[in-house]
Nanobody
Framework: QVQLVESGGGLVQAGGSLRLSCAASGSILSITSMGWYRQVPGKQRELVAVILSGGNTNYADSVKGRFAISRDNAKNTVYLQMNSLKTEDTAVYYC??????????????WGQGTLVTVSS
């Protein structure tokens, strides 16, 4: 069983910064990709940023230049540094990972979500 545990959400004023963390644990052979998605009520979940095992990254246009994704492969942890936050960044942020388990199966895993609220 593989699980993702997120931390770092909270309330911040517009223009401020937050750092989200997500640690994967369980029967992990390797992690192909780790990323962050976000969702607001009434809207579809959207990709924020993703980082591949080789270090390549991809960002939503709305966060480019403000957010930075990174990972610590030794700790199976991904981070999302969010700077210059805007009220429209308010959402529940979900960690996502594509993991190859010890049984050689690929498994997509989601975290429980962490709320980020940006006040004006």
């Amino acid at each position: 069983q593989v699980q993702l545990v997120e931390s770092g959400g909270g309330l911040v004023q517009a223009g401020g910064s937050l750092r989200l963390s997500c640690a994967a644990s369980g029967s992990i052979l390797s992690i192909t990709s780790m990323g962050w998605y976000r969702q607001v009520p009434g809207k579809q979940r959207e990709l924020v940023a993703v980082i591949l095992s080789g270090g390549n990254t991809n960002y939503a246009d709305s966060v480019k230049g403000r957010f930075a994704i990174s990972r610590d492969n030794a700790k199976n942890t991904v981070y999302l540094q969010m700077n210059s936050l805007k009220t429209e960044d308010t959402a529940v942020y979900y960690c996502n990972a594509l993991i190859r388990t010890a049984t050689l199966r690929f498994q997509e895993v989601w975290g429980q979500g962490t709320l980020v609220t940006v006040s004006s």
